[in-house]
């Protein structure tokens, strides 16, 4: 469906891409506002919760190692993870080790908060997922995956 280069093709290329395109636009959308609304309660935004539930999973966790995973630049996360310690609910640590090497451990009071904090995607994206088999929501994952790559892809040109 995408692939050839005659003009033909284009013309049906296009809108495939401005479907994407606004999908993708829709996702964002409805992820920022989750974020607006969990910062309104909260006092907290979607990439702090993912920060924070990864710190609490793989911590105590290097600034790089969590950039990574998380797919945030180093600013990005190092901005994050400022708030999150003037909240308490994280601390940086020096590794026994390399002395310079600065680690981001989750406080008792970070994991207080975790566990009090609704997710970081909406309750209905939730419950429609569950709706979907573990084969269908795969699929989903890795479609989105795709997209992903393709995108960052684009960043590295």
Not at 26 to 35: D, E, F, G, T, V
Not at 91 to 102: E, F, H
């Amino acid at each position: 469906m995408v692939k050839g280069s005659n003009d033909t093709d284009q013309q049906l290329v296009e809108p495939v891409f401005i479907h994407i395109t606004k999908r993708l636009r829709q996702i964002a959308h409805a992820i920022n506002k989750h974020s607006k609304y969990l910062q309104e309660k909260y006092h907290i935004t979607v990439p702090q919760i993912i920060c924070l539930r990864e710190i609490y999973e793989h911590g105590p966790i290097s600034f790089s190692a969590l950039t990574k995973i998380v797919a945030l630049n180093n600013s990005t996360v190092t901005g994050i993870v400022d708030r999150l310690e003037r909240q308490g609910l994280v601390q940086r640590t020096r590794t026994s080790l390399d002395r310079r090497q600065i680690h981001i451990v989750i406080t008792e009071k970070g994991v207080e908060f975790l566990q009090n904090t609704p997710p970081p995607v909406s309750d209905r994206l939730i419950d429609g997922l569950k709706q979907y088999s573990d084969e269908e929501i795969n699929r989903i994952i890795w479609a989105i995956d795709q997209v992903a790559l393709l995108l960052d892809g684009e960043q590295q040109r």
